[in-house]
């Protein structure tokens, strides 16, 4: 079946404006997670849906930084007024009620000049 | 607070030889622990998890890992390596909490070589 999708795949923006990443889970999957990734580096957690329940904000960054996510679907993560530390792979990722691995999407690269 | 270290940044291996690939990690309650890979521009990819159960878990592409409670590890094992197995490997644990489950918590990944 269909995987984790994010949208687009490269971004390449310019330093104080804002972007939105898109990330479709795997059909069904209650729980959606957004990751960074900067190079060379591990990932960095950001947030995380489950369900109809308040998400858990406690990895963002800053105020910046904000995600939505309506339902059990899309997910969009915003950056405003960026800057060039927000340069990153940013990677979703999805879990099923009652499995423990997350599966993750693609990637969107931003790049931030 | 909990954290995962994975000490060698790169393991050089040669093909058909086994391979190690270490972890530790650092969390409060019980651990759920994973191992995951990354191909060059790719995303990641589930290998294995420990849950509970038996320490020794198998996963994909003939990878297993061996959870070791009292020295706080889950190394990853292969008995004979392939080329194609070079990529960055990525040690992950997250903390279970009244059943729940919450994000995971990444190592700094150790790129794995293997030369014919």
């Known amino acids: 079946g269909a995987g984790v999708s994010q949208s687009p795949s490269n971004k390449v923006t310019e330093k104080g404006k804002d972007v939105e990443l898109r990330c479709d889970p795997i059909?069904?999957?209650?729980?959606l997670y957004w990751y960074r990734q900067r190079l060379g580096q591990g990932l960095e957690f950001l947030i995380y849906f489950q369900g109809n329940s308040a998400p858990d904000k406690s990895g963002l960054p800053s105020d910046r930084f904000s995600a939505e996510r309506t339902g059990e679907s899309v997910s969009t993560l915003t950056i405003q007024r960026t800057q060039q530390e927000d340069s990153a792979v940013y990677l979703c990722a999805s879990r099923s009620s009652g499995n423990y691995e997350q599966y993750f999407g693609p990637g969107t690269r931003l790049t931030v000049t | 607070a909990q954290s995962v270290a994975q000490p060698e940044d790169q393991v050089n291996v040669a093909e058909g030889n086994p391979l190690t690939v270490k972890c530790t990690y650092s969390v409060s309650g019980n651990p759920y622990l994973f191992w995951y890979v990354q191909y060059p521009n790719r995303g990641l990819q589930f290998l294995l998890k420990?849950?509970?159960?038996?320490?020794l878990v198998k996963g994909s592409y003939g990878f297993e890992a061996e959870f070791n409670k009292s020295q706080t590890s889950f190394h990853l094992k292969k008995p004979s390596a392939l080329v194609s197995d070079s990529a960055l490997y990525f040690c992950?644990?997250?903390?279970?909490?009244?059943?729940?489950?919450?994000?995971?918590?990444f190592g700094k990944g150790t790129k794995l070589s293997v030369k014919p």
């Open positions: 059909s069904g999957h209650t729980a």
């Open positions: 992950a644990v997250s903390a279970s909490y009244g059943g729940s489950q919450g994000n995971l918590i």
């Open positions: 420990y849950i509970t159960g038996d320490n």
